[in-house]
């Protein structure tokens, strides 16, 4: 039994970091989608109306950042684009890594430490899915550019 529990312990442990690094792109959305959310349910927006506002700014943040990474020219603002998005992550990750070292670190200086390398991997994450997913490519109107393969 105590076998079995090491297991699912660290079978646990390491689902929630790839969770935490996976869902690291998606802070900006989230907070966006929040603040939003939260303004329209302060102004008189239904639970529902302001669930509906909030997830369609979310997804509306995500999207027109993804598609202006992907259509930019200009290597300056694509990594302004991918940096707006990897500080929220970064400071998010930092935040979680303080809470999940609070478990079995009793140095209040280690836990910092702990925290400022996990905000730098998980915002470095974030800013790396956004641009390696940008391909430069030559745009001409009119013309079909070929996938390299």
Same mark, same amino acid.
């Given at each position: 039994m105590l076998a079995l529990?090491?297991?699912?312990?660290?079978?646990?442990?390491?689902?929630?970091?790839?969770?935490?690094?996976?869902?690291?792109?998606?802070?900006?959305?989230?907070f966006v989608a929040l603040s939003i959310g939260m303004t329209a349910f302060q102004s008189g927006a239904s639970l529902i109306g302001a669930l509906l506002i909030a997830t369609a700014g979310g997804a509306l943040t995500l999207v027109l950042g993804q598609v202006a990474v992907a259509i930019a020219r200009s *290597? +300056?603002? %694509?990594?302004?684009? #991918?940096?707006?998005? =990897?500080?929220?992550?970064? &400071?998010?990750g930092y935040h979680v890594v303080f809470a999940v070292s609070q478990i079995g670190v009793?140095? *209040? +200086?280690? %836990?910092?430490?702990? #925290?400022?390398?996990? =905000?730098?991997?998980?915002? &470095?994450?974030?800013?790396?899915?956004?641009?390696?997913l940008a391909e430069t490519r030559p745009f001409e109107p009119g013309r079909v550019v070929e996938s390299p393969s």
């Open positions: 529990g090491l297991v699912l312990n660290t079978l646990g442990i390491g689902l929630s970091c790839w969770a935490i690094f996976a869902l690291a792109v998606y802070a900006l959305p989230f *290597l +300056a603002l %694509r990594i302004a684009i #991918a940096t707006a998005f =990897a500080i929220p992550a970064a &400071v998010a009793p140095s *209040l +200086a280690w %836990r910092e430490v702990f #925290a400022c390398l996990g =905000a730098v991997c998980i915002g &470095v994450t974030s800013w790396t899915r956004l641009i390696v």
